[in-house]
């Protein structure tokens, strides 16, 4: 049986925004037009129309009172519409008298032919002629708006005519049709110039983004204290991109110069106790040597295998901790009988240094148990390390206003220089490496605790003074942020 990848489609190239801005621009800007022009034509058309009917009506009132002014004799009013018709093929208008029994009396020349009498609406009352009593016909490619009216001797003796009127409007609509073709032309003209007008526009709108473009383009490894200027000033709806784009750079410079950092400090840590380990090997290979000599060497070596244990694992533990996806199992528990807890595992350590441990205060704690011990541990190790003899370590816990537990170290060793504590807390730093005993100290451990408060979501201070101590504070919130947490409980 034979299976098929199953490779997904290949997406279609998607516009640029330049092309999306210029076709939006172009077709917003036709439409735009397109509507002006329209609703134009239309109150053209509008305006057209209500003439038509007013010339109906006033034809229709003038030709009332030529009847009723040759005293109500269908003869004078035929005579007024013959004058006003006959003799010429450009009349405005056609018209046909009718009688109640006779039917037609009288009418233009030729109409007969073009506009029969079946064609006309039904005639109506002078001052009902309106849009509805109006209708239009198409004749011989002419276009005629036809209308009826009635009119009546004053006596109620009388007998009605009626007065078929023929209006010739073929000269608007020509009018209207020379109006729509210059439209249509106008319009299909007009969508090049609104694409060059669209591509310019938006090339000078999408400017100052080239120029962030060509910023970041500047960037390198060996160049990223670059940063995009702010003069001349950036339109505002870019200022807040521009700030945080240079923030942006300033933090991966920040990155990659503790990285740097790093990398140079590791190969320094690391280079020492393997050189310990090679020197010692080849002394013990230069000549033939007793076994305890050989038990020495090996002793030795063991030891700088330890320290190299110790600072993998330190580096492991800190790479972890600054994943970020998974939670850390938290659990409430007494601060103090955990601190206790800490200081009788430490406290032969503290003995052979003739140094007092001592535990003050009460808390109720949130936290992850194993990592709590494993920074107070340091801590209590660094505190230990640098006591004086006949010292002591006090471990003082308690509780903020906020509900944030805290837990101080203070010891009452030498202290640290002022020009030290910025950076006590940087790996690898120690501020007298020549205090660290051999296999002691990698200085991570203020770096380890800083990383363990930073996924409790808390802080770690250090205050220090001269010949009277030092003081490390780490506070830990009453909520801890899950989101940032990292799963470090079985390291």
């Known amino acids: 049986m034979f299976w098929k990848s199953a490779e997904s489609p290949p997406r279609r190239p998607r516009l640029s925004i330049g092309t999306r801005l210029t076709l939006l621009y172009t077709l917003t800007s036709f439409v735009a037009v397109a509507a002006f022009t329209g609703v134009l ?59 109640p029994q006779d039917g037609v009396f009288g009418e233009t020349p030729t109409m007969d032919h073009l506009l029969p009498t079946s064609v006309f609406p039904a005639a109506v009352a002078l001052g009902a002629i309106g849009k509805r009593a109006v209708r239009d016909r198409y004749v011989g490619g002419r276009h005629f708006v036809l209308a009826a009216f009635r009119v009546s001797p004053p006596d109620s003796a009388g007998r009605a005519y009626t007065v078929q009127l023929a209006l010739d ?25 609104l694409v060059a007008a669209g591509y310019f526009v938006t090339h000078r709108g999408l400017r100052p983004l080239q120029r962030i473009s060509r910023a970041a383009q500047a ?22 991109l521009v700030h945080v784009f240079n923030g942006m750079m300033a933090r991966l410079e920040e990155a990659f110069t503790r990285l740097s950092r ?36 090996l002793a030795s070596n063991l030891e700088e295998c330890r320290r190299l244990t110790t600072l993998t694992e330190n580096l492991l533990f800190i790479a972890r901790a600054e ?26 350590a503290a003995a052979n240094r003739d140094v007092r441990l001592v535990c003050e205060g009460e808390a109720r704690l949130r936290a992850d148990p194993i990592l709590f011990r494993q920074a107070l541990s340091n801590l209590l190790a660094n505190a230990i390390r640098h006591s004086l003899a006949g010292g002591e370590v006090r471990i003082a816990v308690s509780k903020s206003r906020a509900g944030n537990v805290e ?8 202290g640290i220089a002022p020009e030290h504590l910025p950076h006590v807390f940087d790996r690898f730093y120690q501020a007298d490496p020549s205090r660290s005993p051999r296999g002691q100290g990698t200085g991570l451990g203020l770096s380890i605790v800083r990383s363990i408060m930073e996924l409790h979501g808390g802080t770690a201070g250090l205050e220090s003074e001269r010949n009277v101590g030092t003081t490390v504070r780490i506070c830990f919130p009453t909520g801890v942020p899950s989101a940032k947490m990292t799963e470090l409980s079985s390291l």
């Open 41 to 99: 034509y239309w109150m053209l058309m509008v305006n057209f129309n209500a003439e038509h009917l007013r010339f109906l009506r006033s034809k229709a009132e003038e030709l009332t009172e030529d009847f009723r002014d040759g005293g109500n004799r269908p003869e004078a009013l035929l005579a007024e519409i013959t004058k006003e018709t006959s003799g010429t093929i450009l009349s405005q208008y056609r018209a046909r008298v009718l009688t």
């Open 169 to 193: 409007v073929t000269r608007d609509d020509a009018l209207l049709a020379d109006y729509r073709r210059g439209l249509l032309l106008f319009l299909t003209l007009l969508v090049p110039v």
């Open 219 to 240: 960037v390198t490894p060996a160049r990223l204290s670059e940063r995009i200027p702010l003069d001349p000033p950036w339109p505002s709806e870019l200022v807040e």
């Open 262 to 297: 790093f990398s140079a400090d590791l190969a320094h840590e690391l280079r020492t106790p393997l050189n310990n380990l090679m020197g010692e090997v080849e002394v013990c290979l230069s000549r033939e040597r007793n076994p305890q000599d050989y038990r020495q060497a």
């Open 323 to 348: 994943e970020a996806g998974r939670s850390v199992g938290i659990t409430e528990f007494d601060a103090r009988e955990a601190c206790e807890r800490i200081l009788a595992y430490h406290a032969t």
């Open 407 to 414: 837990i101080e170290v203070r010891d009452q060793g030498e």
